[in-house]
């Protein structure tokens, strides 16, 4: 079984300037969730989807974060303009459903000068 | 709000030794899942253990068991046999039961394994 694909693996931008993360997740998996992981800490949910719905977007910075799920499948992640301190580790996850072990795909790495 | 801590940043045990890493977690809730999370450097994060809430017997996967003090809200992770490989970073994870909540995982800072030849 194919796990969580996630693209590209490493970004680097600078500041102001705008990005896209791509997650497919788990064949079947109806639940997807974006973390971000700042170095040193651990992974903060950003958002969650059930099929194509938000159901959990309290923690993103929705002035500058937007993420879509269309068709229930694959998730875009999209920071515009980036800050510094968007500088992270963006993780992927995906589940069955929400009471549904969470796995996680190979994260995109962003470095924002 | 949920709080999960993670008192040990760093932990060290030799090859084939016994290592017992440490998590409390602060809720109201009385049913909730906690989860053990291994990230290897530069690499995926990796499920190692799962257990719920309700449930009194410790979960046991492999060389990794856990011991669960709900009272006391504790959840430690014990690694017998140690190996090279088990040398990683591990989140200590709580995640609420009600369906209104989600299903997000909130993490502890993590404790940082290594393992000595």
């Known amino acids: 079984e194919a796990g969580v694909a996630q693209s590209p693996r490493y970004k680097i931008i600078e500041k102001r300037q705008s990005v896209a993360f791509w997650c497919n997740p788990i064949?079947?998996?109806?639940?997807l969730y974006w973390y971000q992981q700042i170095l040193g800490q651990g992974p903060k949910l950003l958002i969650q989807?059930?099929?194509?719905?938000?159901?959990?977007d309290s923690q993103l910075p929705k002035d500058r974060f937007s993420a879509e799920r269309l068709k229930g499948v694959d998730s875009t992640l999209k920071i515009q303009p980036a800050k510094l301190e968007d500088s992270a580790v963006y993780l992927c996850a995906s589940s069955f459903g929400t009471r549904g072990s969470q796995y996680f795909g190979p994260g995109t790495r962003l470095l924002v000068l | 709000a949920q709080t999960v801590t993670q008192s040990q940043p760093e932990m060290s045990v030799q090859e084939a030794e016994t290592v017992t890493l440490s998590c409390t977690y602060d809720?109201?809730?009385?049913?909730?899942?906690l989860f053990w999370y291994k990230q290897p450097p530069s690499r995926q994060m990796i499920l190692v253990i799962r257990?719920?809430?309700?449930?009194?017997q410790n979960a046991t996967e492999n060389r990794f068991s856990v011991n669960f003090q709900k009272a006391a809200k504790s959840f430690s992770l014990k690694i017998s046999d140690s190996q090279l490989g088990d040398a990683a970073m591990y989140f200590c994870a709580y995640r609420g039961f009600q369906y209104n909540q989600g299903g997000k995982l909130i993490f502890g800072q993590g404790t940082e394994l290594s393992v000595k030849p």
């Open positions: 064949s079947g998996h109806a639940t």
């Open positions: 809720t109201s809730e009385s049913d909730y899942y």
């Open positions: 989807f059930q099929n194509n719905g938000v159901v959990d």
């Open positions: 257990q719920e809430a309700y449930k009194q």
